[in-house]
């Protein structure tokens, strides 16, 4: 039988948030997802602990994207999934976090919707509120953040660079918690705006491979951030999250049994 360049593929492929990096925080959704695959693209980022509940028979192909590393491009990741779900497979794209939170979904959605195919997205829970949640703080808090603003600390080659002073007097008059993703190699300079519109003594927490086992992190001020990265050697994949929930962290680990409280080195 002859098949029109227009007809509807016969595999499928679904966008699958891995989490954070921890097995036990997939949801089930993701997992049964990640068992049925016929072919897993999967991210520099996603755990080998998750990538272990694939079938023994799927097809998996490492895709990885870190900003300041050699990367696959994007534009063939795309044609990856979309060859591999027109050949009839089941395609899950594995994603470390969630899908739509700075992980490209929202631009493999749009390609392969484009080619006439349809695209399940499975949420994860993403790094920035896993790493906090960690440290036993919250994000949000009735008396201390109104609100939560997840932002990228890497701009896009060619796009205006983020103002990190207008976004601070946002924070501080809003009452406000910002998670900043990719912002390590920026850090002094994110410091800097942040400062213009944040007092120095704002807390902030820097937390390393949140959930998995080598999960490191630092509590310190927004007057010492730079310095305490450089002290403490923290290093990408970190999230840096700023605001007055932060001092949840130092009421939890100094609260009795405990003893699980992770220590700044």
């Known amino acids: 039988m002859n098949h029109s360049a227009s007809s509807i593929p016969a595999g499928r492929c679904t966008l699958v948030g891995a989490g954070p990096g921890d097995p036990e925080l997939l949801t089930l959704k993701a ?3 990640i068992q049925a695959a ?12 998750i990538v272990a509940h694939a079938s023994p028979t799927a097809r998996i192909v490492y ?8 990367s696959t491009p994007q534009a063939f990741i795309e044609k990856l999934m979309l060859q591999a779900v027109q050949d009839g497979d089941n395609v899950v794209r594995l994603k470390g976090g969630d899908p739509f939170i700075f992980g490209r979904g929202g631009e493999e959605v749009e390609h392969l919707r484009a080619a006439g195919v349809e695209v399940e997205v499975v949420n994860g829970i993403t790094a920035g509120l896993a790493g906090l949640t960690s440290l036993g703080a919250p994000l949000t808090h009735r ?15 060619g796009a205006d660079d983020t103002d990190w002073a207008q976004l601070a007097v946002t924070a501080r008059d809003m009452r406000l918690t910002l998670v900043i993703y990719m912002g390590m190699r920026g850090a002094a300079h994110i410091q ?9 003594q704002t807390p902030v927490a820097v937390i390393q491979h949140a959930s998995l086992p080598g999960q490191r ?10 310095a305490t990265i450089d002290a403490e050697k923290l290093a990408s994949p970190s999230v840096i999250v700023v605001g ?3 001092q949840g962290v130092a009421a939890w680990a100094a ?3 405990q003893p699980q409280a992770q220590q700044a080195a």
Not at 63 to 70: A, L, S
Not at 217 to 226: E, F, G, R, Y
């Open 255 to 257: 609260a009795p049994a």
């Open 63 to 70: 895709v990885g994207k870190r900003g300041g590393c050699k």
């Open 31 to 33: 997992l049964k997802a």
């Open 192 to 200: 800097q705006g942040l400062l213009q519109g944040l007092p120095p």
């Open 244 to 246: 007055d929930v932060v």
């Open 38 to 49: 016929s072919v897993l693209l999967v991210d520099d980022l996603v755990s080998d602990a």
């Open 143 to 157: 008396a201390h953040a109104r609100g939560v603003i997840f932002i990228t600390g890497h701009a896009q080659p």
């Open 217 to 226: 992190h630092a509590v310190t001020t927004l007057a010492t951030l730079q």
